[in-house]
């Protein structure tokens, strides 16, 4: 079993997986007779066919060091994760050699952060980790599987970088 250590979620790190939905700075435009900051268009949707949609997932909590034994990806669309709640949780992701993920990194996230996996990018398991929570989740909504799952020979073990 390979450890495979914790990281702070950054825009820069996560990038070849997919975007960091996060405000900062300043707010792209005022709305609502400027009693509203907008940030605005902060994930790349990218879907083959189907549609957008829009859904609330309810994931049970996670203890680390948490066995990573499981990835999936989807083929015909991007997926975002938005928590309902400032909780953190766990993203985990790996680029793909010839259809298998390799190289599982993890990152934890911070209060207000949400990520979009790319399509085709594969993610472990929706993973809060304090408490069961609730995720807004934006996805591609169509007729053909959008689901392709790689269960790992020899699991990765993921572990905090803290003491």
Aim: aromatic letters at 8%; one cysteine or more; glycine letters at 8%.
């Amino acid at each position: 079993m390979t450890d495979v250590v914790i990281e702070p979620l950054t825009a820069a790190a996560f990038a070849p997986y997919g975007d960091v939905i996060e405000p900062s700075g300043a707010p792209t435009m005022m709305i609502n007779r400027g009693k509203c900051g907008r940030f605005h268009d902060l994930a790349s949707l990218d879907f083959a066919d189907g549609k957008a949609g829009i859904s609330v997932f309810e994931g049970e909590p996670y203890a680390l060091p948490l066995t990573l034994d499981l990835m999936e990806r989807h083929p015909l669309g991007s997926q975002a994760f938005l928590p309902l709640s400032s909780d953190p949780f766990l993203v985990v992701v790996a680029a793909d050699n010839n259809g298998v993920p390799v190289e599982p990194r993890a990152f934890i996230t911070a209060p207000g952060q949400g990520v979009n996996y790319h399509r085709n990018t594969w993610h472990g398991v929706l993973t809060p980790l304090a408490r069961k929570s609730l995720f807004a989740v934006v996805d591609r909504i169509g007729e053909e599987n959008n689901l392709e799952e790689h269960s790992f020979e020899v699991a990765h073990r993921i572990i905090s970088a803290g003491p």
